[in-house]
């Protein structure tokens, strides 16, 4: 009692009073029984949310215990910028091509209508991606590529016809992957 409706009310008003009858007294008590079978749901809520994380967590501690592993902010960190700042560069890796540079100037072009994500998605996974998609550097290449491409929002990393999203960005032609591609590497990353 002390614990679930004095130090509550206390906390919450800086004051207790008695309840001054017996129905009053009930619903008080009735109410912290609410209050605190409210407390123990959150709190089971909350501990089934910390299970289902706790494979990502393991992952995760995997990767970063890893002694080939880097995280993106350290990378970034060799270049003097923030993760945040690689993810906008290797996002903006498809605007070095002449036709990017066309359509900024082209006060008739239409908003999105040159594609500039798939070009960061491909290099980051034609460099670090391989054969087999379940190492962890495939998954880590696989979450960078995402996040690069993902910049203006999600894309679906699988398709309803079971078409991989990353494969589509591997494939899709008349980008201009290579102009990008070269002169990304050139001007930005040289």
Excluded at 99 to 104: T, V
């Amino acid at each position: 009692w002390v614990t679930s409706a004095v130090l509550p009310a206390i906390r919450k008003t800086g004051s207790y009073s008695m309840p001054k009858d017996y129905p009053s007294a009930l619903r008080a008590l009735a109410d912290a029984a609410e209050q605190k079978l409210a407390l123990e749901a959150e709190t089971e809520r909350q501990r089934q949310q910390i299970a289902e994380f706790q494979p990502i967590r393991q992952y995760v501690d995997t990767i970063l215990e890893s002694e080939g592993t880097l995280a993106t902010s350290q990378i970034a960190a060799d270049y003097g910028i923030s993760a945040r700042q690689l993810n906008k560069i290797l996002h903006d890796a498809g605007k070095y091509k002449t036709e990017f540079q066309k359509y900024l100037s082209d006060e008739r072009a239409q908003r999105g209508s040159v594609n500039h994500t798939f070009a960061g998605c491909r290099m980051i996974l034609e460099h670090f991606h391989g054969e087999n998609s379940e190492r962890f550097e495939d998954v880590t290449a696989e979450l960078l590529a995402y996040a690069a491409g993902a910049h203006h929002g999600v894309f679906d990393c699988v398709y309803q016809q079971h078409r991989s999203g990353f494969m589509h960005r591997m494939e899709t032609e008349g980008i201009q992957y290579e102009e990008s591609r070269e002169n990304f590497l050139k001007y930005c990353a040289g």
